[in-house]
């Protein structure tokens, strides 16, 4: 399994020949696996500036709310697969400095890759973070995470379960509480699941 991510990686993402508007504006940030096959991914949005500079998923400010989400599901790195649903950073405004959400025509070009990141990793559970992973694994472009946060939904033969980005709180405060309780039942999940 971690052969097949790995060559995917490197044969695929990594020399990535996609059309696509971001191939070749930032460094690929593929996804991060442990050493041993998982049964649990988070997918993000894209990835930001200190993701493309560490290479890494989650590593920035979000990153840092996203590692309080594992501790309190009792889960560390080392637990579970992470990726985005765009493996290049989006930017906007002078000389690209600020991150913006991915376009339709990025989402399209890069849906590949997740589809076979799930493909490979094969899950049981995908925890979506945010509105971007929602829509995309649900194939609706106007799902809302306010409204399907806590939802349970199947990709595949996958579980699917939506949060809220872990960015959100940054900028909407009253956010953690919802977090927290959808946090709540996805451990009771986690924990039925093993
Ligand atoms: N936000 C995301 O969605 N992904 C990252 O990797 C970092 C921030």
Redesign the pocket.
Known sequence: MLDQLEKLYQDELLNCRIDCPLRGTTTI?KGHYPEQPVNIAFV?????A??TELGQ???????SN?EDFLKSLDLTRNDVF?T??VKCRPTVGFQGRKNRAPYSSELEACSYYLKREMEITDPKLIIT??N?PLRQLLKDKKASITHWHGTLFFYGRAKVFPIH???AITYNRKLKGVIAEDLKVLKKLITLQK
């Open positions: 940030v993000g949005e894209a990835p930001g200190r993701e998923p989650f590593v920035g400010m979000a990153g996203f992470i985005n649903t973070l945010g971007v980005h872990p960015g």
